[in-house]
């Protein structure tokens, strides 16, 4: 079913016991950096290193339409993807601003924009203008999708090899959180009404367009739960599928993934049912406002370090956590211990 697997080492469990034992030398009470010393010990697991470095961050955000849009299920226009990838390509959006304010590395992929864009710094590996509808026909092809789990893994392994010590996945689809929300469905076997959300905002009236479209859209393509990619044909997003092919090059070179929000977590799964072990490499970093993050995350099987209401997308609540993840890696690398500060231990 799946054609490609990818050589992705498992944690070295070891070099943790060892980084554990190093932060209780630390001058600190025992344990009083509390996740952030957990944070450090997995860091130190992902990267096989007793004082790994998450800096630079490597940001990639992948842009894709979604067919689905045809039938009402978004605040905004299918167009506003198109004018967004420009503000990112000019350095206005949010993730530009929370990019440079961490020093990252930003890539931005148009994997499926329904529009050519021409700017000199876009990165062009459009699959296809957009997906199909999916309420009425399949989002892609087989190829299509595994192209876009590709493009994504290329572009990954390229961000890496140009010195990203972590990556950060950002999207911007208007309607991802349809397809979302149906990937979702299907891999958590769970009702649609009990996940799907208000993505940009729409009303309450539209939300309930919205779990019918889903609801009905699944029945009619009856994706296969065992099969990612299946799932990505019939109800997937072009970005997602980038996403997720992206996750899968960072835990093949041991680089720790920083898990954005709702639509970023449901690629996370879907890289996960890919190659499961890319799941020791990912780190969800703030739980959405969307009622499916929750459950997605539950999924995942990760516990979301911030949780500020965020719900965006573009790989900012990624690149907000970037910081904390940062001290943790300081905390090794810059505390004094008891015995090189001079300070008495515990009695
Ligand atoms: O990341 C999230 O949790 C998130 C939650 C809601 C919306 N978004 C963003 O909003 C867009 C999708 O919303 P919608 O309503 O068009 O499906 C897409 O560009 C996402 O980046 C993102
Ligand atoms: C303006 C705008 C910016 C976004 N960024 C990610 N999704 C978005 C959706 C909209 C509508």
Sequence with gaps: MIEKNYPIPNRNKEMGQQVYEYINTLAKPLGSLGRLEEIAIELAEMKNEAFPS??????????????????GVSAYPQVVTKEMVHNFLDGGAG???????????????DIGVANDIEHTSLINRKIRYGTANFYRE???????AERAIEVGYEQGSEMIKKGAQCLILGEMGIGNTT??????????NSDVATLVGSGTGISQ????????VIKQSLQKRKPNPHDPIDIIVKVGGLEIAGMAGAMLAAATNRVPILIDGFICTVAALLAKEI????????????????PGHRIALNLLGRKPILDLDLRLGEGTGAAITFPILQSATLMLKEMASFDSAGISKKS
């Excluded at 998450?54 to 039938?71: K, Q, R």
């Excluded at 397809?179 to 958590?188: G, H, P």
């Design 275 to 290: 190659s499961p072990n890319a799941f020791d490499y990912m780190v969800a970093t703030h739980q959405s406002v969307e």
């Design 138 to 144: 399949d989002a892609m092809t087989r190829q299509e």
């Design 205 to 212: 009236e539209i939300l309930i367009h919205k779990t019918k």
């Design 54 to 71: 998450v800096s630079p961050a490597g940001i990639l955000v992948f842009a894709a339409d979604h067919g689905i849009t045809e039938e």
């Design 95 to 109: 993730i530009n601003v929370f990019g440079r304010q961490i020093d990252s590395y930003i890539n931005i992929i």
């Design 179 to 188: 397809a979302s929300s149906a990937i979702l469905a299907v891999l958590s």
